[in-house]
């Protein structure tokens, strides 16, 4: 085998790693996504049934400075856990979408890597 083919298959070798990287990469940001997906409702949620609870209007009424900094921590974890959801779902699209791309890589892959072996008389591992 010359440099030439040497180098060529080096860098075809890379690139493979370089997407089987990137899938492994697209597995862990779905489960990020996933979590934001179940977590961040549940944060608002609870968020919600505090501010809106009988005896949170008499406990702020009662303790002035704890009361304002739980209002604005439970507004913060309003705000956050939303664009956490918002950022969650789009992940996820987006994940969705290079899974599609992904398998349609590998079966056209093997395809080529098949077509290639049957041409020149080559073992299939």
Do not use: C
Not at 2 to 10: G, N
Request: glycine share 6%; no cysteine; net charge neutral.
């Amino acid at each position: 085998m010359s440099d030439k083919e040497t180098t060529r298959q080096d860098i075809l070798n890379l690139i493979d790693s370089f997407v089987e990287q990137i899938h492994r990469i697209r597995k862990i940001l779905l489960g990020v996504s996933i979590s934001a997906v179940i977590l961040a409702p549940l944060a608002i949620g609870l968020s919600v049934y505090l501010l809106s609870h009988p005896s949170f209007f008499g406990m702020l009424e009662t303790k002035d400075e704890f009361g304002l900094a739980l209002s604005i921590l439970l507004g913060a974890v309003i705000v956050i856990s939303s664009i956490w959801l918002a950022t969650g779902i789009r992940q996820y699209r987006s994940v969705k979408f290079l899974n599609s791309k992904y398998e349609q890589y590998v079966k056209e892959k093997n395809e080529i890597d098949r077509k290639i072996a049957s041409q020149y008389g080559l073992d299939q591992d």
